[in-house]
């Protein structure tokens, strides 16, 4: 199946435990099937989990609905993740 050109699969790199990158090699050695196959399945089937824990209702609700956010109005709605007794005291 040929995609066209606004439907391409993106390339995104991620650094992992080599312990996991083993398992994923076995996997994909003993399946016959690539490692990429199995990362996007598992991306997949994982980022509803980690959009029900990360995202606002609201922001939640848009991306559900096909009508993303642009990325300045998801990020206004979602609070510093890192703010509170975690923030820089350096300065």
Same mark, same amino acid.
């Given at each position: 199946?040929?995609?066209?050109?606004?439907?391409?699969?993106?390339?995104?790199?991620? +650094?992992?435990?080599?312990?996991?990158?083993? +398992?994923?090699?076995?996997?994909?050695?003993?399946?016959?099937?690539?490692?990429?196959?199995?990362?996007?399945? *598992?991306?997949?089937?994982?980022?509803?989990? *980690?959009?029900?824990?990360?995202?606002?209702?609201?922001?939640?609700?848009?991306? +559900?609905?096909?009508?993303?956010?642009?990325?300045?109005?998801?990020?206004?709605?979602?609070?510093?993740?890192? $703010? $509170?007794?975690?923030?820089?005291?350096?300065?």
């Amino acid at each position: 199946m040929k995609r066209a050109a606004e439907n391409k699969l993106k390339v995104v790199a991620a +650094r992992v435990d080599p312990q996991i990158e083993q +398992r994923l090699r076995l996997l994909a050695e003993l399946t016959g099937r690539k490692q990429s196959f199995f990362l996007q399945q *598992m991306i997949e089937r994982g980022i509803g989990a *980690m959009e029900d824990t990360w995202l606002p209702p609201d922001v939640l609700s848009q991306v +559900r609905s096909g009508t993303m956010p642009s990325r300045q109005q998801a990020s206004d709605a979602i609070s510093d993740l890192f $703010g $509170g007794p975690f923030t820089d005291q350096a300065s």
